[in-house]
């Protein structure tokens, strides 16, 4: 079975609404028995499903996210509990996470991420010049501010799914007030295949509004996170978004 990252990118260029929507969530967060509600409620109004994947050591998630990471690790979720957890999700799904947790899916990785739907891995720190390493698993590659001119295109050439553009120099969750955010976009668009969507401390409706027409959709990650965490209506949370 071959992992195919076409449903995701088809996603995202016909949203529900004018820019799409990529919920993030934590798996196994608030608890291993109530994510399966918290990843179909989100199903409801998200356009794909960003599932990040519990590691003990990450490099860019901020605060709320290794909180919620801690909490999900410690009632002992893991790659298949995942897999099985995502598997019937009505929305496209990306997993993201680090490298070790993939790596020790083993030889069969590609395979059992195809049988759980699944449509394409982020991996921070798995360098572009490295990515064999996980052969056959379509990519999602990020692009940053401080992203060299002449890499943006082998970024954009080599992504699959969409290019995530990181709106800030900071984790997860930093308040960004995206000043920098409109140039990264610019630099990126001459050279997109895919959707081109906006991450990294999207919390509000005016932070969208602010996007409109400078990327395809934003990705909502810690404030979504937060507000699980509060027992909150994570439908309501991301409405709110396209208020």
Known sequence: MRLDSTPLTEALRAPQREMALVAYVVAGYPSRAAFPDVLSAVAQVADAIEVGVPFTDPMADGVSIQRASEAALADGTDLPYILETVANCSRPVALMGYLNPFLAGGPDLASDLASANVRALIVPDLPLEERDVLDGVPLV??????????????????????????????????????????????????????????GFGIRSATQVRALRGLCDGVIVGSA????????????????????
Do not use: M, W
């Open 141 to 198: 590659q990020l692009v940053t501010p401080l992203t060299p001119e002449g890499r943006i295109g082998a970024l954009c050439d080599a992504t699959a799914g969409f290019i995530y553009a990181v709106t800030g120099l900071s984790t997860t969750g930093t308040k960004s007030d995206l000043h920098q955010t409109p140039d990264t976009l610019a630099r990126i668009r001459p050279h997109a295949q895919h959707p081109v969507l906006a």
């Open 224 to 243: 979504l996170v937060d507000a699980i965490g509060r027992d909150e209506d994570p439908v309501d949370t991301l409405n709110a978004l396209h208020a």
